[in-house]
């Protein structure tokens, strides 16, 4: 009998495990394996790295095999007639085949077109949302806008309210202001629109004249349609002037560029 | 790689269920080596077929002590098909020599070339274990067709197998890696 490295050298246990040996060869490995514990660990990796290689080396055989091997087993009284039988089985395997291809097939193409057809509506979904957010914003403006418009509007179309334009003198011969006062709310609102464009590091301010002292009614902020301004009782005079931004607590007087008796 | 020796038990109680199981999980690998060896996808289908019955009707005499399931089905794949190989060989030495010899056109040698870690070996080594193993030749006849005497040739197979042994433990490192990444 040969000892363990002798086997493993002289690659029997190899031949053993491809079914190379006789039968003889066989079992006398199969006795030597049965008594040596650690040839046989040896043998069984061997045996899981050949399994292993044929796993990853597999190809996948046509499905009608499988059929027809479960066929003859479960109909063994078929077996004398296993050739006729087996191509029989395989043409009708291969037909039922093409059938569940075509089915297939048409449910792939389907299934394409209604993919298609979802992703188009999913992107006209998208653009109307978006149109619809678009319209709703503008709608929100608009609303804003009207509101504001109506507010003036409102504020200045009554009775009891004057109106005075605020000419520019010499200094800025081009401006003009209007001017909504109303003695019953105490209310001042100055449209300043028509007032000449000024420097950055200037501003308009407005001033009311009460038995010679001017009280400031507020600096009027450029870019403006209608400004609310402060009422002061009393006034003789309205009166604006040009002054640092900001704004400044007296006027300068020869800064005035309008004023209106009221 | 443990067998399943219930499942194993229930086909050689002759169930079928058993049977289409075990087929789910060896029927590619055996016919992989059937084709390799025969290269002729009909044969080779036939020749599964033929495999999977004898497995079917001799699974009672498969001893699980022996060896592996996969290594007994192996066997029986690579007998069935020498012996079929055998059989055409006589037939075709009547005709045509160059039918045969034909057969393997580079196309078929892409489509049945080899896959997974034995793609890393060397290629003598490769080359050795495709010729036991997915062409069925003896080492005898292997060591001819290699052009090395038969001692070489079995140290070709012991290193291949053991290169084998250290890139699968390679990968099964890299999955432990990768399981224990995941946790």
């Known amino acids: 009998m040969m000892d363990r490295n002798t086997i493993k050298d002289t690659g029997i246990l190899e031949q053993y495990l491809l079914g190379e040996l006789s039968e003889e060869q066989s079992i006398e490995i199969e006795n030597i394996l049965k008594e040596d514990k650690e040839l046989r660990e040896y043998f069984s990796k061997m045996e899981d790295d050949m399994e292993q290689m044929a796993l990853e080396n597999a190809i996948t055989p046509p499905v009608h095999i499988k059929t027809a091997i479960l066929n003859e087993v479960e109909n063994p009284s078929l077996i004398g007639k ?8 395989r043409k009708k395997v291969s037909y039922n085949f093409a059938i569940a291809a075509s089915l297939a097939t048409l449910f792939l ?5 209604l993919y298609n057809q979802w992703k188009n509506t999913e992107r ?20 804003d806008n009207y509101k504001e418009t109506d507010k003036w509007y409102q504020a200045i179309n009554q009775p009891e309210v004057v109106q005075l334009i605020l000419k520019g003198n010499e200094k800025s011969p081009n401006s003009a202001a209007i001017a909504y006062v109303n003695h019953q709310n105490k209310e001042v609102i100055l449209n300043p629109k028509g007032l000449s464009k000024l420097k950055n590091d200037k501003t308009y301010q407005m001033w009311a004249d009460v038995d010679g002292e001017m009280i400031n009614m507020g600096v009027i902020s450029a870019n403006q349609e209608m400004i609310t301004m402060k009422y ?4 003789a005079s309205l009166n604006i002037t040009i002054e640092p931004v900001g704004g400044n607590d ?11 008796y009221l | 790689m443990k067998d399943d020796l219930e499942l194993i038990r229930k086909l050689q109680n002759q169930d079928s269920y058993a049977l289409s199981k075990v087929y789910d999980l060896y029927s590619g690998a055996l016919y992989g080596v059937i084709l390799r060896m025969c290269k002729d996808e009909s044969l080779a289908q036939d020749l599964l077929q033929e495999t999977f019955m004898k497995i079917w009707q001799k699974s009672h005499t498969y001893n699980p002590d022996k060896g592996k399931f996969f290594t007994w089905s192996y066997r029986i794949a690579r007998n069935i098909t020498l012996n079929a190989l055998r059989k055409k060989n006589v037939l075709i030495q009547n005709e045509d020599l160059s039918v045969y010899k034909d057969r393997s056109t580079s196309e078929e040698k892409e489509i049945l070339g080899l896959d997974g870690s034995l ?3 060397e290629p003598h080594h490769q080359r050795a274990l495709e010729l036991v193993y997915f062409n069925g030749l003896t080492h005898r006849e292997a060591h001819e ?14 290193q291949a197998l053991k290169k084998l042994r250290e890139s699968y433990k390679e990968e099964l490192l890299i999955v432990w890696i990768i399981i224990e990444m995941m946790r």
């Open chain 1, 82 to 89: 296993e050739k006729v039988i087996i191509s029989q089985a």
């Open chain 2, 145 to 158: 067709e290699m052009d090395v005497p038969l001692g070489t040739f079995k140290s070709y197979i012991k």
């Open chain 2, 119 to 121: 793609k890393k070996l």
């Open chain 1, 250 to 260: 007296h006027p300068t007087v020869e800064q005035l560029i309008s004023n209106v």
């Open chain 1, 124 to 143: 006209t979904m998208i653009t109307l949302q978006q149109e619809t957010n678009d319209l709703r914003n503008r709608l929100v403006n608009l609303e």
């Open chain 1, 109 to 113: 193409l389907s299934s394409g077109w």
């Open chain 1, 232 to 235: 002061i009782e009393n006034a």
